[in-house]
Nanobody
Framework: QVQLVESGGGLVQAGGSLRLSCAASGSRFANNDMAWYRQAPGKQREFVARITTGFTSNYADSVKGRFTISRDNAKNTVYLQMNSLNAEDTAVYYC????????????????WGQGTQVTVSS
């Protein structure tokens, strides 16, 4: 059974930075595309970023140029570096394993972490 554990969230002022981590247990981490999603209060969960097994990355337009996704297969960990944060980035951030891109949409896999809260104060 795959377990995903996020960390690194917290309270930060607008314009600041945070780095999220997601540690995955189990084997075959390197064989899966990984993604970050987020859910703000009262809103649906939305795609943030994806990194493929070949280290290609994709981003939602709202975070492009500010966020960077990366992975370390030796540590079974995926990261999300978030810079120039603003109040609209406030959300619970979730790690996802097995995301699939089809017809312009990123469909999440079945495995989710518990989420980590990011709060940006203005």
């Amino acid at each position: 059974q795959v377990q995903l554990v996020e960390s690194g969230g917290g309270l930060v002022q607008a314009g600041g930075s945070l780095r999220l981590s997601c540690a995955a247990s189990g084997s075959r981490f390197a064989n899966n595309d990984m993604a970050w999603y987020r859910q703000a209060p009262g809103k649906q969960r939305e795609f943030v970023a994806r990194i493929t097994t070949g280290f290609t990355s994709n981003y939602a337009d709202s975070v492009k140029g500010r966020f960077t996704i990366s992975r370390d297969n030796a540590k079974n960990t995926v990261y999300l570096q978030m810079n120039s944060l603003n109040a609209e980035d406030t959300a619970v951030y979730y790690c996802n394993k097995g995301v699939i891109f089809s017809r312009g949409t990123f469909y999440p896999g079945n495995d989710w972490g518990q989420g980590t809260q990011v709060t940006v104060s203005s």
